[in-house]
């Protein structure tokens, strides 16, 4: 296969809506106002960089690029047939990422139209080729112009939109009939900014003979073999015999190498390969095979596939492929009180799953760079995360970030991309399109070992069973009309068992149960409990996490301020006041006071009026608060699989769900959830008069070590404790100590674990807001200060307890904004601190 980049010197013109296809000559015509950019691009990046539009993500701009959605885009550009081969026997032309309806045409001849973002355009176009200079010329729109109130009555307009439920102009019912990105139509949580353009690579491949389509690689078994392990695996691969009428001979070689050398190799001579399609399966044996795990469980050794074909004199090889050896599967037995489990599965071993679900990077998400996706990976990893799930209302992400979660150990929930409304599933061409975008993706993605799950919808089942949506749209969905359902009910689950039945689907999330929703069987979006349910005393109590008892949290979600920096940049020019319009644009829709609420409930008097700095602190506290107790909440539950929270990464600046800002800095809350997801931890409840310590050890080797434990007050001065040892196998969850409440002042002190290991973190039991404990002050001292290189260590000693330890500045810490015992050392390295002198803060 030959390939030539089409990616570089494309330019752009816009016209109105008006101008179809047929207006290709006059678009030939203008000789001005012509835009230079490179793929892949949004129609908004070269207007930015001509001056013509401010950039949208800052103030208010948003509102004044609008106006292109209302417009059609033309994109051109000139290549040379001398670069592309024209002897060869098979020319197709791919388009990635055409967002979202197109038109394109070769030499000013049409040569089809595409109408979806998520898999490209393919064409055969050498009889569309000359001799010398070619050029293309494809035609964008948003795509949501071709829908109509009829087109959207035979969905009943079942779709949600958030200008439904607030004020605000953020939302289209029209979206669910465009496979384009549901998210920049606006949400929650950003704008409506309508994204067009060509969002992929552009290339021409060319083939002689013969073309490899597809390949597959599946591990089927893995045993033991004496003290190693030997992993059988099959290989599929999709060899194309593009001569119409003779059948030719083939050889196939599969080699399979681990850091250079060769760990099996198989060639199968002599295939007959009939015209067209040719599918051909071989098992492999990898001896002293090394296994792949999730982030904490264990390395992520990869192998190295190369598959070539040889046909006479041409030679044809799939792209050289990482590929991890792992068995996945979900275990949703019945238990014992006829819950059901939901648990993966990897290896054998058991996979408490941590992480948050993720969204695309940016409202322009062209312009997102491979730096950024390295660095987003680069910090979960940092934070403990073994999991991301990729949200069904954004795109399949590129081929990059499935690429570092191998690398990483990072498992992949992958939804297809359906979101909260009803989807056009009786329309034949929806159907084809759904049914094409489905296959290029599981054919695209299931050579990954990340990938742990394909996920059928974001919340339409819960949608769908929910008599509140019911009642307003005035539907009743059933076999006959299952408004969308039926995709991930049965079309979905067709393509993925056709495709790759070795990796595990599930129809929603959430879902299973009763309700979609149920807690006691499948996955949850916990959307009334905790800090946003509308019981005020439930969302303020963070001890109401200990009471949900669910399988596996799949969303849930805390609201919190980026820092300083990150407001000032993206307020833009606009002043920095919390009841300023342009401050309220960049808040979450969704925020009601109960944020407001929990700062003063924890750290402040009863009506103090809350400045604006005093907000970013305090506000990014709480935040951290919550995700790292109910986190713990989580993961202390022996019948909960895995805990993902809404949302790890942010498409613009705003007060919103993450714990990492749209211009890459941590917030607060970043070391609460690292805190939380640690891999060796201990967590302490208090369940009726019982205290219960559980330990947790993710890990692949067994934990042992020594401890104190017992009560004792914030001054230090009372401690009646003991010493133990507790000892965790490893990739274990257990209890290791139940005893009963003691009769002392859990206001004026607390039961604390000192673990004497300086990779476990200390604990102590959470009884009521900071507010109500009864302690002063204590210093901080620094006992240690060292340069490391770029870095500095710190090693602080808190006398008493100390409540919200930081260092201030906008440094990455091993750890920041964490609680002291008494008498507790702690060692914090602060990334590129160097000689600065540093300053140490605490809350109280």
């Not at 106002?33 to 539009?53: E, H, N, Q, S």
């Not at 290029?440 to 070992?449: E, V």
């Not at 022996?638 to 993450?658: I, K, P, R």
Request: hydrophobic content about 35%; charged content about 25%; aromatic content about 12%.
């Amino acid at each position: 296969m030959n390939i030539t980049k089409l990616n570089k010197s494309w330019v752009l013109h816009e016209a109105p809506f008006s101008w179809d296809r047929q207006y290709l000559a006059d678009i030939n015509k203008i000789n001005e106002g012509w835009y230079k950019c490179d793929l892949p691009v949004d129609v908004r990046m070269p207007l930015i960089d001509a001056g013509v539009i401010k950039e949208p993500l800052e103030g208010d701009n948003s509102y004044e690029s609008k106006w292109m959605e209302e417009r059609s885009w033309w994109f051109q550009k000139h290549f040379s047939s001398a670069d592309i081969g024209m002897e060869n026997e098979v020319i197709e032309l791919v388009l990635e990422g055409l967002d979202t309806n197109s038109d394109i045409f070769l030499n000013d001849q049409y040569i089809g139209s595409h109408q979806n973002v998520h898999y490209p355009f393919i064409c055969e176009i050498k009889r569309f080729l000359v001799n010398g200079d070619n050029k293309l010329s494809v035609r964008l729109t948003s795509g949501l112009e071709n829908i109509s109130i009829k087109d959207l009555a035979q969905i009943d307009c079942a779709v949600t939109a958030e200008s439904d439920f607030n004020d605000s102009d953020r939302g289209d019912h029209r979206r669910t009939m465009v496979r384009r990105p549901q998210y920049n139509i606006g949400w929650d949580w950003g704008p409506r900014l309508v994204s067009v353009g060509i969002t992929g690579q552009a290339f021409v491949r060319a083939y002689n003979k013969i073309a490899i389509r597809e390949v597959g690689i599946e591990t089927k078994e893995i045993k033991k073999d004496g003290d190693g392990k030997l992993a059988l695996l099959n290989v599929m691969v999709n060899a194309e015999n593009l001569n119409i009428v003779d059948t030719v001979d083939c050889d196939l070689e599969i080699v399979i190498r681990k850091d250079g050398k060769i760990a099996a190799c198989k060639t199968i001579p002599d295939i007959l390969l009939t015209s067209g399609t040719n599918y051909i399966n071989q098992e492999m044996e990898i001896q002293e095979a090394e296994l792949w795990w999730p982030a904490g469980y264990g390395e992520q050794p990869l192998y190295q596939v190369e598959i070539t074909a040889r046909c006479a004199d041409t030679n044809e090889s799939w792209p050289v492929f990482n590929y991890g050896i792992r068995k996945i599967s979900i275990d949703t037995p019945v238990l014992e009180d006829g819950t059901r489990n939901f648990k993966f599965i990897v290896n054998g071993q058991e996979i408490f799953c941590k992480g948050a679900n993720w969204i695309p990077n940016d409202f322009i998400y062209a312009r997102v760079t491979a730096e950024k996706y390295r660095t987003l990976l680069e910090e979960a990893v940092e934070a403990n995360f073994n999991m991301i799930r990729i949200w069904g209302g954004g795109l399949y992400e590129r081929e990059l970030f499935y690429d570092l979660c191998d690398e990483k150990g990072i498992l992949v929930w992958q939804d297809f991309m359906l979101a909260c409304g009803a989807y056009p599933e009786q329309q034949a061409w929806f159907e084809n399109e759904i049914r094409s975008e489905y296959a290029y993706q599981a054919k695209r993605l299931r050579t990954h070992s990340c990938i742990a799950l394909f996920c059928g919808t974001n919340e339409n089942h819960w949608i769908f069973s929910n008599p509140e949506f019911l009642d307003r749209w005035k539907i009743k969905p059933s076999y006959q009309n299952q408004y969308g359902l039926w995709i991930p009910n049965v079309l979905s689950k067709e393509v993925v068992w056709m495709n790759c039945p070795y990796i595990p689907y599930w129809n929603s999330s959430p879902y299973g149960g009763k309700n979609a929703n149920d807690l006691d069987c499948g996955d949850a979006h916990l959307w009334s409990h905790g800090f946003v349910s509308n019981d005020i005393r439930e969302a303020l109590d963070l001890k109401s996490y200990d009471a949900i008892k669910t399988k596996f949290v799949s969303e849930y979600g805390v609201l919190g301020p980026c820092c300083l920096e990150s407001i000032k940049e993206y307020l833009g020019d606009g002043d920095l006041d919390m009841n300023g319009k342009l401050w309220k644009s960049h808040t979450n829709v969704t925020m009601k006071d109960t944020l407001g609420k929990a700062i003063v409930q924890n750290y402040l008097p009863e009506n103090h009026e809350l400045t604006e700095s005093e907000f970013i602190l305090y506000g990014g506290l709480v935040q951290g608060d919550v995700y790292e107790y109910s986190l713990e909440s989580f993961r202390f539950q022996e019948d909960c699989g895995g805990a993902l929270f809404w949302m790890y990464n942010d498409a613009w600046g705003e007060v919103g769900w993450t714990v990492i800002d749209y211009y890459l800095r941590r917030k607060i809350s970043y070391y609460g959830v690292k805190r939380a997801f640690a891999h060796k931890k201990f967590i302490i409840r208090q369940a009726d008069d019982c205290i219960l310590i559980r330990g947790i050890n993710d890990t692949k080797e067994k934990l042992r070590c020594k401890v104190k434990f017992g009560y004792v007050s914030f001054d230090g001065k009372i401690s009646d404790t003991r010493e133990m040892v507790f000892e965790v196998p490893a990739g274990s969850r257990m209890q290791v100590l139940k005893e009963k409440l003691g009769d002392y002042d859990l206001e004026c002190g607390s039961y604390m674990l000192y673990v004497y290991d300086d990779g476990i973190d200390h604990a102590m039991l959470y009884t009521c807001p900071n507010s109500r404990l009864k302690y002063a002050k204590s210093p901080v001292e620094v006992m240690e200060e060292k340069v490391i290189g770029n870095d500095k260590k710190l090693v602080l000693r808190a006398g008493g307890y100390v409540c919200g330890v930081y260092i201030a500045g906008n440094y990455k810490c091993s750890d920041n904004y964490f609680n002291m015992l008494p008498g507790e050392e702690r060692t914090i390295i602060v990334q590129d601190a160097g000689n600065t002198e540093l300053e140490i803060k605490s809350i109280r």
